[in-house]
């Protein structure tokens, strides 16, 4: 038996098989090669390859967002057919003798020039696709695969480290849980999983070797502890403890249906965070009065384009459905940072989350932003829908943001397309937006506090480096400060206040907020319960 330690992110108990989880890496380099017939072989049968791909892709997409969707598939199909496209790649693998990887990718990039080149707003916009359906041949000419788990079974994920657009691919059905070398539990790869109530250790002192794969092994949140071939007395010694887990769980369910009230009567509202459309289960599952922080950008990641208006309208609209009134917050677009997607072309950064991200993108490419605006706005004819905007530091940027939100309702008026109405708030999670609190109290409807990044610029800590996690505290009297000055700031002004941030799940903090007189605290599912039991015991 080996055992190792780690900062537990969720305090379950998983028992199951390990997965050795690889990342995708891209390293061929230009080749010479000897035989051009051969090469072309290699070169024909990874297109058919990818041709078969979208053609599983297209059937997938028409399914679950139409017609309309589906058609970049065959759009990209048609281009991996082209003849000019193709003789160009066999006229360089066979005058210049090199490898099919080379050929792929130097020719995708002339064609892209080209297309880039063109008059024409439809071939202009062929650039990006030609570059992505030959980054697809040369994935497969590599023999990578993609970012999915290949396991019929669940199994418990080990990697060197996830990013949240991996998380986001995998089969959550087949995972029992995460184990990570490096990351910090303030990721959000640790927010996924504690959304997704999955035992998850990260920082873990091992060595990820291939020979872990398929080993017997044991995951303890609550002691922090991975144990590869655990021996009989430990095997039952924990799965004792996940019943009794399990139980308590069982326990809590009693709570459905009742209020968040203390005994002296002081009552608070009860909201879940989530990121996938499928999350909307637990959230209805663990009985949260609403959806206080939707975070829309995972709807980005994990994907090689960005989502149409249509698609993002249908999961929204699934979501607001679902909730059947309940108040739903989405959170636009907070891509940056940790949370990467190639096809945005964002340049690399000396200091990402001091950088190019959040609300800064969407006001500088208002066409990304009112795309989303517009499906966010057409969902809300379903149900109750409140919109808020992270990474605020000033009046002017709402300003600013009401501007292109009174367009995007101009102009799905006039195009007679029908849209509901919806609250607007902003998260306060700069200092910076919670020192001028007061003024910008008057711009918006609600606050919600985002704990997380909060806490990272007050103490200059980044919440992605784990060597700092001992520095790393969101209980600083600065931060719990910054929290305060905020609600008073949103009470004077009449708007509610509450925290989306990870620190909202801190029952050690339940009674300081109600004492802060928040209105509202929104929790990975998972929490809802137990925040209630807590709330339920204060007075
Ligand atoms: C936060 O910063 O506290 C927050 C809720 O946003 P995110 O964790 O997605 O950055
Ligand atoms: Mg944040």
Known sequence: MEKYYGKSVLQGIAVGKLYVFEKKQS?????????????????SSAK?????????LYRDALEKVGEENAMIFDVHKMMLDDLDY?????????SEMVNAEYAVTVTGEEFSAVFASMDDDYMKARAADVIDISARVVRILEGGEDAGLHTTEPVIVLADDLSPSETIQMDKTKILAFVTKHGSANSHTAILARSLNIPSLVNVDMEILKEYHGKEAVVDGVEGALYVEPDEQTLAEKKRGQEKLFAEAEKLQQLIGKENITKDGRSIKLYANMGNVEDVEKVLKNDAGGIG????EFLYLGRDTFPTEEEQFLAYKEVVSRMEGKKVIIRTLDIGADKKADYFGLDAEENPALGYRAIRICLTQPEIFKTQLRAIYRAAAFGTVSIMFPMIISV??????????????AELTQEGVSFGEAELGIMIETPAAAIVSGELAKEVEFFSIGTNDLTQYTLAIDRQNQKL?????????????????TIENGHKAGIWVGICGELAADDTLTETF????LDELSVSPTYILKLRDRIRNIG
């Open 27 to 43: 390293s061929w380099t230009k080749q010479t090669i000897e035989d051009a017939d051969a090469e072309m072989v290699r070169f």
């Open 48 to 56: 058919e390859k990818a041709v078969a791909q979208l053609d599983g």
């Open 293 to 296: 922080l939707f975070r829309s």
């Open 469 to 485: 996690e001992p520095f790393y505290d969101s209980h600083h009297p600065a931060v719990l400060r910054l929290i305060q000055m």
């Open 514 to 517: 109600l004492d802060m007189g």
């Open 86 to 94: 193709l003789e160009a790649i066999e006229e360089r693998i066979r």
């Open 396 to 409: 002017s940027e709402i300003r600013r943001i009401k501007e292109i939100v009174a367009e995007v309702k």
